[in-house]
């Protein structure tokens, strides 16, 4: 089970009806250290997830995904002794529950509450399949594979920009009987088991497993360092991996997570950087992803910024040296590998205050990015004069009262500077979004903007404010598409 992620949180008391089981763990305190999951070298394999109690049900595992509005629970991984028979499985075989989140918490903003301190009582959750699989994960169309792992998934909105209501905390009742794959059945019961364990609560979210946080550039003669999170493709970890050149992708995150924020918050509390990880992406466009984590604001509304700015562009001109070989050295397909990076496909994207960050290095560093996504983030435009050369695409909502009006105030001197300025009077319509596998329509309007092939394409959509559009704009398949497609 290497690789898989296992989140571990902060200390928290909960206060749960009827007989919680936690594997070997009985009652339902949450400890662990930092808010965030576990490095790569994780395994759901080590200390008390490894033991085998008796026969029958061991432990759960919450199954989360990283959306536009925050981190969700989408299903529960119920973990047997040994494979289950899936034939005999339904909604009705057992109840789930998602505890909420604290009041107060909400996904992204700074210093908001821990969301999993909380006494709430856990809340039930429609089930929408059930079938087993050889890992606790959720499978596409919920196709059954076999395994020890009985998923229990859930129903969930289509739109991904819906703030989370959900802790990281679930319950599971096995109510009818459950059958293995050697006749051996399981009888129904009343146990209320938890993921909430004395070394943290299990969890396993979709797409993080191949990042690994917790990393820091530095630079000894100035007595700087920056922390950040990097996301290895798959092919860079399988042999000969080594001789690949990958495009680099900069994924600034936002003010939200800074201050007392940890590299798994600038990983789950939005999706700016999570998204580009994600296996389907992946398999789209494979790149290296690096997400900085500031300790504090690192551009704020006077146009000033801090030294983490130029410390990561540091951190960028690192990566490509070629020289970077500080893959996880616990595990064998990355340790000592030396990363390699196509200079020429280095891109880059942030929203709000990672925006701005953007435009700056963009416009300061030109002829480092090949192309920016620039999410509701506005610079003074005398100091991004040096973007008409380059490739940029800036989506902003008509509700957004900075950085629509800004780079309204950038479009003349862009042009003044000879760019070509696509700017459209037409508002684009955020319906269009969701569901993401529907953007048929969105797509042939973006599309028309973007064949124009102007050096910056500044696009409006209609009612969305600065926070919509962090929930809303990751999700634009073509406007990623579009990040991809340039090169120096």
Known sequence: MAGISRRSFMAVGTALTGAVMTGMV?????????????????SLGDGENSKTLSPGLQRI???????????????????YDTDIDAAGLNAASFHAAVVPAAAGYFPGMPQAADKNATHATAISREIDRVYTNSVPALQPAGKTVAGKYVIIEFHHDTDLSLPTKDSDRVELIQLGVVKTLSGVTYAGSKNI??????????????????????????DDSRSAWLEYSIFLPSSFLKPGGEKKS??????????????????????????IASIWGLPEE????????????????????????????ENTHRLVQSLLSNTWNYGNPNLDDRRDKELKIDPKRVYCTGWSMG??????????????????????GQQRPSDVVTLANQKVLIITGSDDTKATPWNEKCVPVWENAGAKVVRPSELLDPTLIFPE??????????????RQNGNITFLT?????????????FYINAAREWLFNHSL
């Open 193 to 218: 088991w938890s993921n909430s364990g004395q070394r943290g609560n299990n969890v396993v979210t979709r797409g993080l497993d191949g990042w690994e946080q917790n990393h820091w550039w530095w």
């Open 355 to 376: 925006a701005m960050t953007s435009l700056w290095l963009m416009a300061k560093y030109p002829g480092t990015y090949a192309a920016g996504l620039i999410i509701a």
């Open 437 to 450: 596998d529907k953007q048929d329509k969105l797509t042939e309007q973006m599309n028309g903007y973007l």
């Open 246 to 271: 990958y495009p680099l992708l900069l994924a600034v995150t936002h003010s939200g997570t800074s201050y007392d924020g940890t590299c798994a918050q600038t990983l789950t509390e939005q999706c």
């Open 461 to 473: 959509f209609a009612g969305v404010d600065h926070m919509g559009s962090a929930r809303k704009f």
């Open 61 to 79: 595992y919450a199954l989360t995904e990283v959306t536009g509005g925050g981190e969700k629970v989408y299903g529960i991984a119920a973990e």
């Open 26 to 42: 009985s009652g339902a305190r949450a400890s662990g250290g930092g808010n965030g999951f576990m490095a790569a070298s994780s």
């Open 282 to 309: 992946q398999a789209r466009h494979e790149c290296v992803v690096i997400t900085p984590r500031y300790e504090r604001t690192t551009m704020n509304d006077y146009w000033e910024h801090t030294s983490d700015v």
